[in-house]
């Protein structure tokens, strides 16, 4: 019965075409780069997403106090000064953006990570350590006292005779705040401008300046916190 039932269509035999031909080679290597310039500036931005993941995963590390701070302290600041050094290039800036993009971009969720980027510092240094070293007596607390106050003169010599780059104050405000942690954990008057500061700076680059406005003001501020870090000392 079914040997004479006709079929409702005549299927078309396949025939191989001599004239297709593969236009990609599945064994090939996929060049992300044809260039020298492209290899490195994709190599540099491979560099700042993975110090922004590793950065993200030692400040929880550091929340969660699984490491210590010692090692924290030395981490963080490497991370934040290898990022630093990839965004020194031009190019590389240019191809970056901002952080806000750079995370859109790839997916990236690091909260942390970004607000440590901002900061710029260990929070070691913005807040002080936890657990502060020991100290040999009142000898030892003179010599951390007059090294804070020589860093806040140094400081302040800065900003009278005009040096006002990023690149001459942001090092001379770590050493601030780095020196009076050493020597206090109180909140003393205007000691969250010099965190303040330090983030302004942060974003600038190197070789940027303060403006007329920003120096006078960074001026008052730093002398209320050295009037308030003394204040401390009484």
Not at 103 to 122: H, S
Not at 161 to 190: C, R
Request: proline fraction near 3%; glycine fraction near 2%.
């Amino acid at each position: 019965m079914y040997a004479n039932r006709q079929l409702a269509y005549a299927p078309t035999p396949y025939i191989p075409r001599s004239t297709l031909s593969a236009t990609i080679n599945l064994d090939e290597e996929v060049k992300l780069s044809t260039t020298s310039a492209e290899r490195d500036l994709n190599d540099s931005l491979a560099e700042i997403y993975s110090i922004i993941v590793t950065l993200d995963a030692v400040e929880k590390a550091y929340l969660k106090d699984s490491i210590t701070e010692a090692v924290y302290t030395e981490t963080c600041s490497r991370l934040l000064k290898q990022y630093k050094s990839n965004l020194a290039d031009e190019t590389v800036s240019r191809a970056f953006g901002d952080i806000e993009t750079f995370k859109r971009e790839w997916d990236l969720e690091c909260p942390r990570a970004t607000e440590r980027l901002r900061v710029g510092i260990p929070a070691t240094v913005e807040q002080g350590p936890t657990h502060k070293p020991s100290q040999q007596g009142d000898s030892a607390d003179a010599t951390l006292i007059v090294n804070a106050t020589e860093n806040f003169i140094t400081l302040l010599d800065a900003i009278k005779i005009g040096l006002i780059e990023k690149d001459t104050l942001h090092p001379l405000l770590v050493e601030i705040i780095q020196a009076v942690n050493k020597v206090t954990d109180q909140d003393f008057e205007s000691k969250g401008k010099i965190v303040q500061w330090l983030i302004t700076l942060n974003q600038m680059r190197a070789a940027e300046k303060l403006n007329d406005d920003q120096a006078r003001e960074f001026q008052f501020d730093m002398e209320q916190a050295y009037y308030g870090f003394k204040a401390t000392l009484r």
